[in-house]
């Protein structure tokens, strides 16, 4: 993709080249030690094997967070299926603090599935529930179980039963082609959303998680589509001249943030979404972009470089500018956490090719670096914010990779072939 086009949407100009590979996971020092938690292998009363293995999603989903350091299964000496099978003094030899059981049942086509959680010192049930689905659910009810042990263990609601939206673009014959997909926050079950042979950019969940907006080239120039996910019904939202880019969905839906070039320079506009009524936002000689909306649905945050170099700015609409970030030379693509204390961003401490993400506390204004590639982009926070995902180099090849936001864990998400990039959260599903 022509560099000056994504400088011009998205304030990135990041240089071509191959980062440090990461290993397939990374746990790091963090902030604390993780919790050791014991997600046994859920009994199964069905004939042939299954397709997913339940309880393996459930420790992977509980590791992803960062919190959670699930105990080997090599390391296990029992295998139990519920609370009663439990002997406490063989799991508290093992160091693990929780223990979650379950057991599978087929039931009229369906599957049945009772899961509990024991705390180990105190031999009591923390958790218990069932819940069912079909045999293409796997998945769903793991993430699921996950979600309702992660909300018990630490008051913070799950965020495994979310989705995730990226691109990929892989060479055909003389051309690329372009695919916008929505898989699980994990990357499995992938599927096409759309395909161009022009590029997509900037993919972005409505917080009704049914709509999605994003650029498309396909008319040649930069325009702002949204499409119904469930009906694959589309709607071109601008056709201006110049720059059309980076839409961002207001908290209640109603409006849509985004970059517009058509007065000359790229400045940041809001457009209501039914009475399509267009207001300014900025006006400044510099390139304003990358807009994110702040939970009050009245402020913006969003990168700029008219301080000389890109850093993070947020305004409330009619008023003026403020600079948010100062650390290092370069910090863009800002992102807020659930609680709104932490701004996630693609920074550079120095140098030109140095690109890393960074969370900065916006109450103290310190900043730590959470990844350990160099040619990272386009962080996108877990609704909870206890997760991020980005696009950066594995082995020579655009890949997304998931990070816990307390730096205990890095890891590659599986994905199609090609290069993957533009990743986005989706809000908590109904």
Do not use: C
């Not at 096409?192 to 009704?208: C, N, V, Y």
């Amino acid at each position: 993709m022509n560099t000056l086009i994504r400088l011009a949407l998205f304030g990135l100009a990041l240089l071509a080249g191959i980062a440090q590979a990461a290993d397939p996971l990374v746990v790091t020092s963090g902030t604390a030690r993780a919790t050791p938690i014991a997600v046994v292998p859920f009994g199964w009363q069905g004939g042939s094997v299954m397709s997913d293995d339940m309880a393996k999603i459930v420790g992977n989903d509980l590791r992803n967070s960062g919190v959670f350091e699930p105990i080997p299964r090599q390391n296990m000496i029992s295998q139990p299926t519920g609370p009663g099978e439990i002997i406490y003094r063989d799991w508290n030899a093992l160091g693990a603090q929780y223990v979650l059981v379950g057991n599978i049942v087929p039931a009229g086509g369906r599957l049945q599935v009772q899961y509990a959680l024991m705390n180990v010192a105190t031999e009591q049930q923390v958790l218990a529930g069932s819940v069912s689905g079909s045999g293409d659910q796997v998945r769903d009810m793991a993430h699921y179980i996950a979600d309702q042990a992660f909300e018990k263990l630490t008051g913070i609601k799950g965020a495994f039963s979310t989705r995730l939206l990226y691109v990929t673009a892989e060479r055909m014959g003389g051309g690329t082609r372009y695919t916008l997909q929505r898989a699980d926050y994990d990357g499995a079950r992938a599927v096409i959303l759309l395909q161009s042979r022009e590029p997509i950019l900037s993919p972005r969940f409505a917080p009704d998680g049914r709509r999605i907006a994003y650029v498309s080239f396909e008319q040649k120039r930069p325009r702002i589509f949204i499409q119904h996910i469930d009906t694959g019904r589309r709607e071109q939202i601008t056709n201006f001249e110049g720059l059309n880019g980076a839409p961002a969905f207001s908290p209640d839906g109603s409006r849509l943030a985004f970059v517009l070039s058509k007065d000359g320079n790229p400045e940041i506009y809001v457009m209501n979404l039914a009475s399509r009524q267009l207001q300014r936002v900025t006006n400044h000689f510099g390139i304003d972009t990358e807009p994110f909306w702040g939970a009050d649905g009245q402020t913006l945050y969003f990168t700029s470089d008219r301080a000389g170099k890109p850093q993070i700015y947020r305004q409330t609409i009619g008023g003026g500018a403020e600079r948010v970030s100062f650390v290092g030379n370069y910090n863009a693509n800002p992102k807020l956490s659930a609680d709104e204390k932490t701004l996630v961003m693609i920074h550079r401490q120095d140098g030109y090719t140095n690109f890393k993400v960074a969370a900065q506390d916006l109450q103290r204004g310190t900043l730590r670096v959470l990844s350990d590639t160099s040619l990272d982009e386009s962080p996108t926070v877990a609704p909870n914010g206890t997760m991020l995902i980005y696009a950066t180099r594995h082995q020579g090849r655009g890949v997304l990779m998931l990070a816990s936001i307390n730096g205990r864990v890095r890891l590659p998400l599986p994905t199609a072939q090609g290069e993957v990039r533009e990743p986005s959260w989706s809000p908590y599903l109904k």
